[in-house]
DNA sequence: GCTATGATGAGGCACCTT
DNA sequence: AAGGTGCCTCATCATAGC
């Protein structure tokens, strides 16, 4: 936890490289799944249709490295194979997310045969109507990234020249080397950029011309499904690291965004994985038809905590708070590995949530267990095993089974110390809002980004704020925060947040509103006018109807709290409305 | 008033066997 | 392919006890 809090803001940017090194220092020289269907899985997450992968997995062998798939499905795309019928070759286009007029017109173009010329051209076509991959909506000065434009930087690199006589371009093979280290073999860095070529391709592919259409419009003239379009049911990803964790091996590093959401601000919204069926693919559509970012936080923290992101923030070069938490339970506890007993083989805790158990079950475990001597029975221990994953229990004395308590909770959670605690919130209290909340390290990983796009500070709204995760990774990462206007209507939190605030030696302004609804239209082109715009616009709104917890009112994203979903996009749209015409002026 | 407690399952995925 | 099993999930409510 950064504790120099009366620090001057830092805008040095060696920590920042020192910390991204540290987490993308290589693994292993190319990236490894353990499983054949974890690696199909990936795959599809990348884009790549189901039979490319059987094919490039029937050829290769059951366990033959991603790479190595990656490659033989590039192959695919970029080999002349003559294929047996014109329907064949527009499948195989469609594959690969190809619009299909475009495919018809460029096999009349080019002729069956030429799948290069094929291909070529269709890439051409779509990268006429991309932008950069990088987002550079700037029009002027303050938020380009100095690393991708430096040629010096590249010089004291030897594998750069071989690369980019290899025709890779300086920054894929610097992007490269800063990923995978510089020990690593040419080789092998080829590799990488090979498959970072090929998921940003097929990203890429996947715009769709209904995309750059007005919302309405959306999805009324779509014929047959493709893959990895948005109509397809969105498949929550296996292993849930979204583009990349850090304790991983396997990393996106681009992708694509649908042109409507690239438009400042940049927007970072949460909610729970699991929520119903079809709730994702809503919030996708209201959200420019970005396609959540899944992560479970188990793969960052002690904890499992498996939330959608929906962020139109750029994916490269993000990098973990320091220090980085502990990955088990007795690492990140420490005072329970004394007590474990060898037959509980948890690592991980499951989902913090906002209920713990009595003190009558935890009284009941340890009569259970005090029934034997030595060790229990394994009834007991299926008994006693049960609760603990159903309840989250550590083991804190000899058959002492207890809770998380808050400053626990907090700690996997990556808050401070006493974040939540006192000023006269109570222990029910406490425990809600922290159930409630972000998985710090794990949004801090995704905002890290932002740190050198706006060394000078930002401007966030931050809607839902409960009790300031996001503020609270902003902070951790040394982001200075010129202006929050947070919007959160329970009371105890705004005092948290408030407390953080003053605690923290923050410089910038803190406004605070209850109720989402009194942020209209009117108050948010004030606040605009005033603070020059809005960087960052941040939140999670509501779960309780999504949540698998509540057997009471599952009822979607149309719920009394979660519904308020809509009124994060109602805001987003004001401020990217009033974005676009501020900057017109 | 407040707090602690126990009861209240469905949904959906992963994984296995058949 | 189909069916069964195991597992986990940012929760809500009524009520007893203080």
Same mark, same amino acid.
């Given at each position: 936890?950064?504790?120099? #809090?009366?620090?001057?803001?830092?805008? #040095?940017?060696?920590?920042?490289?020192?910390?991204?090194?540290?987490?993308?220092?290589?693994?292993?020289?190319?990236?490894?799944?353990?499983?054949?269907?974890?690696?199909?899985?990936?795959?599809?997450?990348?884009?790549?249709?189901?039979?490319?992968? &059987?094919?490039?997995?029937?050829?290769?062998?059951?366990?033959?490295?991603?790479?190595?798939?990656?490659?033989?499905?590039?192959?695919?795309?970029?080999?002349?194979?003559?294929?047996?019928?014109?329907?064949?070759?527009?499948?195989?286009?469609?594959?690969?997310?190809?619009?299909?007029?475009?495919?018809?017109?460029?096999?009349?173009?080019?002729?069956?045969?030429?799948?290069?010329?094929? &291909?070529?051209?269709?890439?051409?076509?779509?990268?006429?109507?991309?932008?950069?991959?990088?987002?550079?909506?700037?029009?002027?000065?303050?938020?380009?990234?100095?690393?991708?434009?430096?040629?010096?930087?590249?010089?004291?690199?030897?594998?750069?020249?071989?690369?980019?006589?290899?025709?890779?371009?300086?920054?894929?093979?610097?992007?490269?080397?800063?990923?995978?280290?510089?020990?690593?073999?040419?080789?092998?860095?080829?590799?990488?950029?090979?498959?970072?070529?090929?998921?940003?391709?097929?990203?890429?592919?996947?715009?769709?011309?209904?995309?750059?259409?007005?919302?309405?419009?959306?999805?009324?003239?779509?014929?047959?499904?493709?893959?990895?379009?948005?109509?397809?049911?969105?498949?929550?990803?296996?292993?849930?690291?979204?583009?990349?964790?850090?304790?991983?091996?396997?990393?996106?590093?681009?992708?694509?965004?649908?042109?409507?959401?690239?438009?400042?601000?940049?927007?970072?919204?949460?909610?729970?994985?699991?929520?119903?069926?079809?709730?994702?693919?809503?919030?996708?559509?209201?959200?420019?038809?970005?396609?959540?970012?899944?992560?479970?936080?188990?793969?960052?923290? &002690?904890?499992?905590?498996?939330?959608?992101?929906?962020?139109?923030?750029?994916?490269?070069?993000?990098?973990?708070?320091?220090?980085?938490?502990?990955?088990?339970?007795?690492?990140?506890?420490?005072?329970?590995?004394?007590?474990?007993?060898?037959?509980?083989?948890?690592?991980?805790?499951?989902?913090?949530?906002?209920?713990?158990?009595?003190?009558?079950?935890?009284?009941?475990?340890?009569?259970?267990?005090?029934?034997?001597?030595?060790?229990?029975?394994?009834?007991?221990?299926?008994?006693?095993?049960?609760?603990?994953?159903?309840?989250?229990?550590?083991?804190?004395?000899?058959?002492?089974? &207890?809770?998380?308590?808050?400053?626990?909770?907090?700690?996997?959670?990556?808050?401070?110390?006493?974040?939540?605690?006192?000023?006269?919130?109570?222990?029910?209290?406490?425990?809600?809002?922290?159930?409630?909340?972000?998985?710090?390290?794990?949004?801090?990983?995704?905002?890290?980004?932002?740190?050198?796009?706006?060394?000078?500070?930002?401007?966030?709204?931050?809607?839902?704020?409960?009790?300031?995760?996001?503020?609270?990774?902003?902070?951790?990462?040394?982001?200075?925060?010129?202006?929050?206007?947070?919007?959160?209507?329970?009371?105890?939190?705004?005092?948290?947040?408030?407390?953080?605030?003053?605690?923290?030696?923050?410089?910038?302004?803190?406004?605070?509103?209850?109720?989402?609804?009194?942020?209209?239209?009117?108050?948010?082109?004030?606040?605009?006018?005033?603070?020059?715009?809005?960087?960052?616009?941040?939140?999670?709104?509501?779960?309780?109807?999504?949540?698998?917890?509540?057997?009471?009112?599952?009822?979607?994203?149309?719920?009394?709290?979660?519904?308020?979903?809509?009124?994060?996009?109602?805001?987003?749209?004001?401020?990217?409305?009033?974005?676009?015409?501020?900057?017109?002026?």
């Amino acid at each position: 936890m950064a504790q120099d #809090d009366s620090a001057e803001w830092n805008t #040095d940017d060696d920590l920042y490289f020192e910390i991204d090194n540290f987490q993308s220092s290589p693994k292993s020289s190319s990236p490894v799944v353990t499983s054949s269907d974890h690696m199909f899985a990936t795959l599809v997450d990348m884009g790549f249709s189901d039979d490319v992968i &059987a094919r490039a997995i029937q050829e290769n062998g059951p366990n033959a490295e991603t790479s190595v798939i990656i490659d033989t499905i590039s192959k695919y795309s970029m080999n002349c194979e003559p294929s047996s019928s014109k329907s064949k070759t527009i499948y195989h286009f469609l594959a690969m997310g190809f619009d299909e007029e475009k495919i018809i017109k460029a096999i009349h173009k080019h002729g069956e045969e030429n799948m290069e010329e094929i &291909a070529n051209a269709l890439l051409s076509s779509e990268a006429d109507m991309k932008e950069e991959d990088n987002i550079d909506w700037s029009d002027s000065d303050d938020e380009m990234n100095d690393d991708e434009k430096d040629p010096d930087s590249f010089d004291s690199c030897n594998p750069l020249s071989s690369l980019v006589k290899m025709g890779f371009s300086e920054l894929e093979v610097s992007l490269a080397i800063e990923r995978c280290g510089d020990s690593v073999s040419i080789a092998d860095l080829a590799d990488f950029i090979c498959a970072a070529q090929i998921a940003r391709e097929f990203d890429e592919f996947h715009i769709e011309p209904e995309e750059q259409k007005p919302r309405q419009n959306i999805r009324k003239s779509q014929k047959e499904p493709r893959p990895s379009t948005n109509d397809q049911p969105l498949r929550l990803p296996n292993p849930m690291i979204g583009f990349g964790v850090p304790n991983e091996s396997v990393f996106i590093t681009h992708r694509s965004l649908p042109a409507l959401a690239r438009a400042p601000p940049y927007f970072y919204y949460e909610n729970v994985a699991l929520a119903p069926t079809g709730v994702w693919e809503t919030i996708s559509r209201h959200l420019y038809d970005v396609a959540p970012e899944f992560v479970d936080s188990k793969y960052i923290c &002690a904890a499992a905590r498996k939330r959608g992101y929906v962020h139109n923030l750029p994916i490269s070069n993000r990098y973990q708070i320091q220090p980085a938490p502990k990955l088990t339970i007795q690492e990140a506890l420490p005072v329970t590995r004394k007590w474990w007993p060898t037959w509980d083989t948890r690592t991980k805790l499951n989902c913090i949530l906002t209920v713990h158990a009595s003190a009558q079950l935890t009284k009941r475990i340890r009569l259970a267990l005090e029934a034997h001597t030595g060790e229990p029975s394994e009834a007991t221990k299926r008994f006693v095993i049960e609760q603990c994953k159903k309840w989250n229990l550590v083991w804190v004395g000899k058959n002492k089974a &207890a809770p998380l308590d808050g400053d626990e909770i907090e700690s996997l959670l990556g808050f401070p110390r006493n974040h939540t605690r006192g000023g006269g919130i109570t222990t029910t209290e406490r425990l809600k809002s922290l159930g409630n909340s972000f998985q710090v390290d794990t949004v801090a990983y995704h905002l890290s980004v932002l740190k050198p796009l706006f060394p000078d500070g930002i401007n966030v709204l931050s809607l839902f704020t409960g009790i300031g995760g996001g503020e609270v990774a902003l902070h951790r990462l040394q982001i200075p925060m010129k202006t929050v206007v947070s919007v959160e209507i329970s009371e105890v939190n705004r005092n948290i947040l408030r407390d953080f605030w003053e605690q923290t030696n923050q410089r910038g302004v803190l406004i605070e509103f209850a109720d989402v609804q009194d942020l209209t239209k009117d108050k948010i082109v004030e606040l605009m006018k005033r603070f020059g715009g809005f960087d960052l616009v941040i939140g999670g709104s509501p779960c309780n109807n999504l949540a698998g917890g509540n057997r009471v009112s599952r009822s979607g994203l149309e719920g009394e709290q979660s519904s308020l979903f809509f009124e994060y996009c109602r805001i987003l749209d004001v401020v990217r409305e009033t974005t676009k015409e501020m900057r017109r002026s």
